[in-house]
C-alpha cells in the first residue's frame, strides 16, 4: 500500500511503500550490488546456489542485482535468460522481491513477472515481526555526490527512459558498453569513489517512516552501525566472486531475533 504518491526529488522526502511480512516467515535474506554479468560466472553461480539453497522465507535484492540492464526486452538474449530462469525457479520455492539500483534501473513489470518477482519502490517500509526497517538501494541518500543526483534525476524521467527504450535494443547493448568502458568499470557511482549516504537524510527518512533500523547497499562498504541515537544501518556489501585476489559477496538475513551476516547458502 503505498503511503503517498508524491515522486522523490532532491531535499523531498520520498513516499514510501509499505510490506508487511506474513508472520509465519522465519528468515529474510538481503543481498544488493552483485553486478552480475556474463563475464562473472562464479559470482553468477554463488547467486544461482544461495537462491536455490538459502533456508529463508523470502530473498530480497536491493538494487544493482545486473551490472547494466537495458530494457526488459533484453531478457531473451542468453544471459539475461538464464538469470531469469534462475529466479523464476527459487520464485517457486520461496518469495523474492527486487528494488532497482543506479545500474539496473529499467527493469521493469515485464521482467519482474517473468522471473517472479514483486517489485519494492525505493524505498520500503519492510514491517516484519514487529520490527519496522526502512529498504534503500542507498544511491538516493548519496546527496555528496551533486552530478551524480543530477544525472539519476534525468535519466529516471519518464521522458527520459521512453526516449531511451525506444532505440533499437542493439544501440542500447552499444551505448552501455561504451559507458562502462567510458566510466571504468564501477568507479564513478558506485560509492567506491569515497561517497556515502548522507546520515541527516538517511534519519530524516527513517524519521518520517517510523523505522529504527536501514538496510542499504550502494556504497559496498558492509558494516552495521548506529547514525543517531535509536537509529541504525546495516549496509550490504558487493558480491565478486570471480575476483580471485578478494573473492565476496555476503548475506545479510533478518529473523525475530534481528539482524546477522551469513556466507551465501551453497546448498
Ligand atoms: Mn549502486
Given at each position: 500500500m503505498p503511503a503517498g504518491a508524491a515522486p522523490a526529488g532532491i531535499g523531498a522526502l520520498p513516499a514510501h511503500f509499505e510490506f508487511?511480512?506474513?508472520?509465519?516467515?522465519?528468515?529474510?535474506?538481503?543481498?544488493?550490488?552483485?553486478?552480475?554479468?556474463?563475464e562473472m560466472p562464479l559470482t553468477f553461480a554463488a547467486w544461482a546456489a544461495h537462491l536455490r539453497h538459502t533456508p529463508a522465507d523470502a530473498v530480497f535484492m536491493l538494487g544493482d542485482l545486473f551490472e547494466v540492464w537495458v530494457g526488459d526486452d533484453a531478457r531473451d538474449c542468453p544471459f539475461e535468460r538464464s538469470a531469469m530462469d534462475v529466479m523464476a525457479e527459487a520464485a517457486s520455492h520461496r518469495q523474492l522481491a527486487f528494488m532497482v539500483g543506479n545500474r539496473d534501473f529499467l527493469l521493469g513489470h515485464a521482467m519482474l513477472r517473468a522471473s517472479g518477482l514483486i517489485g519494492l519502490p525505493d524505498p520500503?517500509?519492510?514491517?516484519?515481526?514487529?520490527?519496522?526497517?526502512?529498504?534503500?538501494?542507498?544511491?538516493?541518500?548519496?546527496?555528496?555526490?551533486?552530478?551524480?543526483?543530477?544525472?539519476?534525476?534525468?535519466?529516471?524521467?519518464?521522458?527520459?527512459?521512453?526516449?531511451?527504450?525506444a532505440r533499437p535494443l542493439p544501440e542500447r547493448q552499444q551505448l552501455a558498453a561504451e559507458m562502462r568502458r567510458a566510466s571504468a568499470g564501477r568507479q564513478r557511482f558506485d560509492g567506491e569513489a569515497g561517497v556515502?549516504?548522507?546520515?541527516?537524510?538517511?534519519?530524516?527518512?527513517?524519521?518520517?517512516?517510523?523505522?529504527?533500523?536501514?538496510?542499504?547497499?550502494?556504497?559496498?562498504?558492509p558494516a552495521s552501525h548506529a547514525l543517531a541515537p535509536?537509529?541504525?544501518?546495516?549496509?550490504l556489501g558487493d558480491w565478486d566472486r570471480d575476483d580471485a585476489a578478494r573473492p565476496r559477496g555476503e548475506v545479510l538475513r533478518l529473523t525475530?531475533?534481528?539482524?546477522?551476516?551469513?556466507?551465501?547458502a551453497d546448498g
Open positions: 508487511n511480512a506474513p508472520a509465519a516467515w522465519r528468515a529474510i535474506d538481503f543481498i544488493s550490488d552483485l553486478h552480475l554479468s556474463a520500503t517500509l519492510l514491517v516484519a515481526w514487529g520490527q519496522r526497517v526502512l529498504l534503500s538501494h542507498g544511491d538516493a541518500l548519496c546527496l555528496d555526490d551533486a552530478p551524480y543526483q543530477a544525472f539519476r534525476q534525468m535519466v529516471r524521467s519518464d521522458a527520459w527512459q521512453a526516449r531511451f527504450l556515502d549516504a548522507d546520515i541527516a537524510e538517511a534519519v530524516r527518512w527513517m524519521h518520517a517512516s517510523g523505522a529504527a533500523e536501514l538496510v542499504h547497499g550502494h556504497t559496498h562498504r535509536g537509529f541504525k544501518r546495516h549496509v525475530r531475533d534481528g539482524f546477522q551476516r551469513l556466507p551465501p
